[in-house]
């Protein structure tokens, strides 16, 4: 938490953050040409984001995108600011503005894993492990375009839309998210008015990145393809950290969380 206030206390930083906020997933590049600084500059100010947790990066081919990670914030959030007005926080004003300036259409996360990959991607593919700290059960070889079968609160959901769409084994695993049936709502509990909401959207995708940190695996989730204005994206950014931290005490103590 210390990192976060360290990383947020410069205004250029903060404007990174403003950045990404506008349009997350931007190269170091992009992100130069859209501020008063040297490639240089900016390069050094991500990786103190980075390493505060603030910002979050996964590649494709070659290029290196970034995307803000609202983690610390919540939990700075959490831990001092549940019981006040936070228009009222103006020390957080600035953080304020780059999470709620313009909406989202992507979920990034990062934690970090006392595990290897290998074991990772067990955690990530194997049905004794999914059930464990998700409920969730995949059928598929998990091969690319392979088709997926996703079996949750005994409901079976099935789609030609569920599809693998990356498979490198230990290093990236991406995959389209499930379609919305009935009898998965009912199941899962939601309302007929939240699945209709659900069902009128477009369908989104999970990408998985591996990467090995010294001791530690570096495990990214980007959940992105959300609409405008997402009902997904709001049920899932609420999921995603429990889950996330789930799989992380199941991967390093053996148990998942209650």
């Keep these: 938490m210390d990192e976060a206030f360290k990383a947020l206390a410069d205004p250029s930083r903060r404007l990174l953050l403003d950045a990404l906020n506008e349009r997350n997933g931007q190269t170091l590049r992009e992100l ?3 501020l008063d600084m040297t490639r240089q500059s900016v390069s050094k100010h991500l990786a103190v984001l980075e390493a505060a947790g603030l910002v979050t990066t996964t590649w494709r081919g070659r290029e290196k995108l970034h995307y ?4 610390p914030i919540n939990a700075i959030a959490e831990r001092w600011m549940t019981r006040y007005d936070r228009r009222r ?14 909406p989202m259409n992507e979920f990034a996360y990062t934690t970090y894993i006392n595990t290897t990959p290998e074991r990772l991607w067990q955690a990530l593919t194997e049905p004794e492990f999914t059930k464990q700290y998700w409920g969730v059960a995949f059928e598929t ?14 409901a079976k959901t099935t789609d030609a839309g569920q599809v693998v769409l990356e498979s490198d084994p230990y290093r990236r695993l991406s995959y389209t998210w499930h ?21 009128q959207e477009s369908r989104t995708k999970v990408t998985f990145t591996l990467e090995p940190h010294g001791e530690l695996v570096k495990l990214t989730v980007l959940h992105d393809g959300f ?14 950290p429990a889950l996330l931290s789930s799989l992380k005490t199941l991967l390093e103590t053996g148990v998942p969380l209650p």
């Design 32 to 34: 130069c040409a859209g």
């Design 68 to 71: 803000l990670d609202a983690a």
């Design 89 to 102: 926080a103006g020390a957080l004003a600035d953080l304020k503005r780059a999470l709620e300036s313009a």
């Design 141 to 154: 070889d998990w091969k690319k375009g392979s088709p997926m079968v996703w079996s949750e609160n005994g």
């Design 179 to 199: 379609t919305f049936t009935s009898e998965w709502a009912k199941s899962s509990g939601v309302d007929e008015e939240t699945l209709a909401k659900l069902r």
């Design 227 to 240: 609409d405008p204005d997402s009902t997904v994206l709001a049920m899932c950014s609420q999921g995603w």
